[in-house]
Protein backbone atom coordinates (compact mmCIF):
# COMPACT_ATOMS: atom_id res chain seq x y z
CA UNK A 1 0.00 0.00 0.00
CA UNK A 2 1.39 3.58 -1.39
CA UNK A 3 1.42 6.12 1.73
CA UNK A 4 1.47 9.42 2.32
CA UNK A 5 4.93 11.99 2.97
CA UNK A 6 4.56 15.31 4.39
CA UNK A 7 7.01 17.56 3.10
CA UNK A 8 7.84 20.85 4.88
CA UNK A 9 9.23 23.46 2.72
CA UNK A 10 9.22 25.84 5.29
CA UNK A 11 11.34 23.81 7.35
CA UNK A 12 14.25 26.25 8.52
CA UNK A 13 13.37 28.73 6.10
CA UNK A 14 15.16 28.11 3.07
CA UNK A 15 15.35 30.51 0.07
CA UNK A 16 13.26 29.87 -2.74
CA UNK A 17 16.41 28.31 -5.11
CA UNK A 18 17.02 26.07 -1.61
CA UNK A 19 13.25 25.19 -1.33
CA UNK A 20 12.94 23.90 -5.01
CA UNK A 21 15.80 22.03 -4.33
CA UNK A 22 14.19 19.94 -1.55
CA UNK A 23 11.36 19.69 -3.89
CA UNK A 24 13.48 18.08 -6.13
CA UNK A 25 15.24 15.52 -4.36
CA UNK A 26 11.80 15.19 -2.26
CA UNK A 27 9.87 14.10 -4.90
CA UNK A 28 12.69 11.89 -6.57
CA UNK A 29 12.91 10.19 -3.54
CA UNK A 30 9.31 9.76 -3.13
CA UNK A 31 9.23 8.01 -6.45
CA UNK A 32 12.02 5.59 -5.51
CA UNK A 33 10.00 4.68 -2.38
CA UNK A 34 6.80 3.23 -1.20
CA UNK A 35 5.03 6.65 -1.32
CA UNK A 36 2.22 7.90 -3.56
CA UNK A 37 1.49 11.42 -2.55
CA UNK A 38 2.64 14.21 -1.33
CA UNK A 39 1.52 16.71 1.38
CA UNK A 40 3.57 20.05 0.91
CA UNK A 41 3.36 22.57 2.95
CA UNK A 42 5.03 25.89 1.12
CA UNK A 43 3.30 28.54 3.18
CA UNK A 44 1.49 31.14 1.70
CA UNK A 45 3.73 34.22 2.07
CA UNK A 46 3.35 37.11 4.30
CA UNK A 47 3.03 39.43 1.49
CA UNK A 48 -0.87 38.48 1.33
CA UNK A 49 -0.86 37.52 -1.96
CA UNK A 50 1.12 34.45 -2.27
CA UNK A 51 4.76 33.66 -1.51
CA UNK A 52 7.70 33.16 -3.70
CA UNK A 53 8.58 29.78 -2.39
CA UNK A 54 4.78 28.71 -2.83
CA UNK A 55 5.12 30.13 -6.65
CA UNK A 56 8.00 28.63 -8.02
CA UNK A 57 7.10 25.25 -6.33
CA UNK A 58 3.92 25.41 -8.10
CA UNK A 59 5.09 26.49 -11.41
CA UNK A 60 7.33 23.62 -11.21
CA UNK A 61 4.88 20.90 -10.02
CA UNK A 62 2.33 21.89 -13.00
CA UNK A 63 5.08 20.87 -15.31
CA UNK A 64 6.15 18.12 -13.91
CA UNK A 65 2.39 17.04 -14.26
CA UNK A 66 2.14 18.21 -18.01
CA UNK A 67 5.43 16.23 -18.85
CA UNK A 68 4.05 13.01 -16.68
CA UNK A 69 6.37 13.31 -14.14
CA UNK A 70 3.57 13.06 -11.79
CA UNK A 71 0.18 11.70 -11.89
CA UNK A 72 -1.64 14.94 -10.50
CA UNK A 73 -1.37 18.56 -8.66
CA UNK A 74 -4.22 19.98 -6.47
CA UNK A 75 -3.91 23.07 -4.85
CA UNK A 76 -4.50 23.54 -1.34
CA UNK A 77 -7.34 25.92 -2.03
CA UNK A 78 -9.17 23.25 -4.60
CA UNK A 79 -9.16 20.56 -2.23
CA UNK A 80 -12.50 20.60 -2.15
CA UNK A 81 -15.64 18.06 -2.13
CA UNK A 82 -16.16 19.22 -5.73
CA UNK A 83 -13.19 18.21 -6.91
CA UNK A 84 -13.57 14.42 -7.85
CA UNK A 85 -9.43 13.91 -7.89
CA UNK A 86 -9.62 15.21 -4.31
CA UNK A 87 -12.25 12.58 -3.52
CA UNK A 88 -10.31 9.82 -5.00
CA UNK A 89 -6.86 10.85 -3.30
CA UNK A 90 -8.81 11.53 0.26
CA UNK A 91 -10.54 7.63 0.13
CA UNK A 92 -7.15 6.75 -0.57
CA UNK A 93 -5.33 8.86 2.26
CA UNK A 94 -7.05 9.33 5.19
CA UNK A 95 -4.74 11.71 6.20
CA UNK A 96 -6.35 13.99 3.55
CA UNK A 97 -9.57 14.42 4.75
CA UNK A 98 -9.33 17.10 7.12
CA UNK A 99 -8.05 19.25 4.05
CA UNK A 100 -11.55 19.18 2.53
CA UNK A 101 -12.78 21.08 5.54
CA UNK A 102 -10.27 24.40 4.95
CA UNK A 103 -9.02 26.45 2.25
CA UNK A 104 -5.97 26.45 2.76
CA UNK A 105 -3.52 28.09 0.15
CA UNK A 106 -0.63 27.15 1.67
CA UNK A 107 -0.28 23.29 0.95
CA UNK A 108 -0.11 21.01 -2.67
CA UNK A 109 -1.19 17.80 -3.08
CA UNK A 110 0.93 15.55 -5.25
CA UNK A 111 -0.12 12.51 -6.77
CA UNK A 112 2.35 10.17 -7.47
Given at each position: ????????LE????T???A????K??????????VG??????G????????????K?????N??A???V??C???????N?????AL?????????E??????N?G?T????
Amino acid sequence: MKRLKEINLEDGKPTVADALIILKSSINNAKNGNVGCLYIIHGYGSSGKGGAIRDKARQWLNAQARNGVVKCVINGEDFNLFNFKALELKNTYKELEQLLKVCNHGVTIVEL
